[in-house]
């Protein structure tokens, strides 16, 4: 990245937050909640991305954390206390752990055997949560939950996406700044060259470790963001239906580029509920050609694009 | 017969029945994976598309004809999408093994949403054919005669492919090409004609597994991902690339499944999820993997 493009970043980032933050002012109801949940989809989109796009571990069962998270903060906002950052610093923990737990096994396989495992274990845990009655609710899922509260107002409509917003920015603000860190730097390196990585001295199971789990936690979170928004957590929820949408933001805007996966996000939504529903509830049909034109027609990403075309014809 | 046995009988014949029907699902997913590094994710679409050919071709209580008709003509829709799977994830050959495991991944969602266009939301069961619709006396409990048939069925196919894999020589390059894919295509053997058979023949197994599960497991939506989980698992168990391994590999699963069910009831997915594990932590490339096999 040259140094003016380098310079030009925060400045853009700053002006896209306040668009996202104003958003509001000027669209409808419908909108809001409709760029609501494109927010809490980016940011399992960049939670992946962590993972995907910068370890080189493509994970097909993400949903699983994601969705224990939501079960997690929906279940405490139930029981316990509707508090906005206990639900959500519970929902994080929820997903590190599992994550930590379906690491250590994951993260012993590779590329595409590690798409397997994931995709394996993310079944496993949808299947767990179908039976598990007592506390998920089984097939019915978790129903019911209270609003989240934040200095004892209840965020809904507006509130809620700017509570939404400002918990997205922080997530986006700190992947950016693992990405950028000399850890996330080795997490390249581990993607790119792996037995260099590993001759060199760096114990690459812990590493691939520890961003399996902080990927983990940061679906986690989006989880409980998605239980508050939704206010319903279905075994859905955790298995391929939110795993494969997911796997498929990140492919479209590029791997490994942190905006890229968000934009990702936004058109998998966009498509998935308005054009899937135009078509008659057709929404699987939609994503299957999605993955069959961006592996042909688009290698790389959105974010692939936007740097061939800086970089000028090769 | 010890008590224990006496209660479980059942559970374990049912595990062998459904472990031999794995693998006839999964030796296929594990031979292209084990060759050519491509993860085929439509795998369990083929099984459903078997399932739903058996109820439209031979209805709900099948005749022996009809019965046959449907296995001929899943075969025959299995190995030609196998083959066409073959030619599109060709085209990407020199793309990464995510892309290509993309792209079957995309198809497995549109056929899954034309089937379930075509044939509804409901589970449609099937019948298993005239006289073996039944059920025996075995050691003082009656026991539904088609699963035993399908243990023979499974263990005869077993040996067959076990047989064409060992014995002849397409076998041979199937092994060469698991061991060194490299080394064979500079040995002159287009390596790309032989994972268009092995796709193809792959493909035709799951697809008839479909048809052989349809009175087990009828054919319904979501069916096709439930069943890829547990070939995948049977996979990661048994090793890329080894019939062998796929064999034990689905026999312990088809064991996790029902024993597994019936002692420990919710606890069954810890315990696929503790198999796993434990065979990834002890056994990393899988009981009968060899860790060439596992270069992706």
């Not at chain 1, 966009?270 to 688009?298: E, M």
């Not at chain 2, 050691?139 to 067959?160: D, E, H, N, T, W």
Request: glycine share 14%; with cysteine.
């Amino acid at each position: 990245m040259s140094l003016a493009a380098r310079a030009r970043w925060p400045a853009l980032a700053l002006l896209a937050a306040l668009a996202l933050a104003a958003a509001p002012l000027l669209l409808g109801p419908f909108a809001v909640t409709t760029l609501t949940r494109i927010l809490v989809f980016a940011l399992l989109a960049l939670s992946l991305d962590l993972l995907v796009g910068i370890t080189g571990l493509p994970s097909l069962g993400h949903g699983a954390y994601f969705g224990v998270g939501a079960y997690a903060a929906g279940w405490v906002a139930i029981h316990a206390t509707p508090s906005g950052p206990v639900t959500l610093a519970v929902a994080i923990a929820a997903g590190g752990l599992v994550a930590a737990a379906a690491g250590s096994v994951a993260v012993r396989a590779r590329g595409v055997f590690f798409l397997m495992l994931t995709l394996a274990i993310g079944e496993i845990v949808e299947q767990l949560a179908e039976s598990w009655h007592s506390v998920t609710g089984g097939s019915n899922g978790l129903y019911g939950i209270p609003a989240a509260r934040l200095g004892g107002a209840a965020l809904i409509d507006d509130a809620l996406y700017w509570y939404v917003l400002a918990v997205f920015i922080a997530g986006f603000a700190v992947v950016a700044c693992v990405a950028a860190s000399p850890f996330g730097h080795t997490l390249r390196g581990i993607r790119d060259n792996e037995p260099r990585m590993r001759a060199l001295g760096y114990r690459v199971y812990h590493f691939k470790l520890a961003a399996f789990v902080g990927s983990g936690a940061l679906a986690g979170l989006a989880g409980g963001l998605f239980a508050a928004q939704q206010r319903l957590v279905t075994p859905a929820d955790l298995g391929l239906a939110t795993s494969i949408p997911a796997l498929l933001a990140v492919t479209i805007g590029g791997e490994g580029s942190l905006w890229g996966p968000c934009l990702g996000a936004a058109a998998v939504v966009l498509i998935r509920d308005y054009l899937g529903s135009s078509l008659g509830g057709h929404g699987s049909l939609v994503l299957g050609l999605l993955f069959v034109v961006v592996v042909f027609a688009l290698p790389g990403g959105l974010a692939r694009v936007g740097l061939a075309r800086r970089r000028g014809p090769a | 017969m010890p008590a224990w046995l006496d209660t479980h009988l059942v559970s374990l014949l049912n595990g062998l029945a459904i472990g031999f029907l794995l693998f006839i699902l999964a030796v296929g997913l594990s031979l292209v994976f084990g060759m050519m590094d491509v993860l085929n994710l439509a795998h369990g679409v083929l099984f459903l598309t078997g399932g739903y050919m058996c109820w439209s071709i031979a209805g709900e209580r099948p005749t022996w004809p009809g019965f046959l008709a449907a296995l001929a003509v899943a075969g025959g829709v299995g190995a030609l999408a196998g083959g066409g799977l073959s030619l599109a994830t060709e085209r990407l050959a020199r793309r990464s093994h995510l892309d290509q495991a993309l792209l079957t991944l995309g198809v497995a969602l549109i056929a899954a949403d034309a089937l379930s266009a075509a044939f509804g939301d409901d589970v449609h069961s099937v019948n298993p054919p005239p006289g073996l619709d039944g059920s025996v006396l075995l050691f003082g409990k009656a026991y539904p005669v088609y699963r035993l048939s399908l243990i023979a069925i499974g263990a005869v196919l077993a040996a067959a492919v076990h047989l064409v894999v060992e014995r002849t020589s397409l076998g041979a390059v199937v092994r060469a090409t698991v061991a060194d894919r490299q080394m064979v295509s500079a040995v002159g053997v287009d390596d790309r004609k032989v994972k268009a058979i092995v796709f193809g023949l792959g493909s035709l197994l799951a697809s008839t597994a479909g048809v052989l599960g349809a009175p087990i497991y009828g054919a319904r939506p979501g069916l096709d991902a439930s069943v890829l989980i547990l070939a995948l698992v049977v996979v990661v168990i048994g090793g890329l690339g080894s019939v062998r391994g796929a064999l034990v590999g689905a026999l312990v699963i088809g064991q996790i499944e029902t024993l597994g069910r019936a002692l420990l009831s919710n606890l069954a997915s810890f315990v696929l999820f503790g198999a796993l594990a434990l065979v990834l932590v002890v056994r990393p490339h899988g009981l009968f993997g060899d860790s060439t096999g596992t270069r992706s």
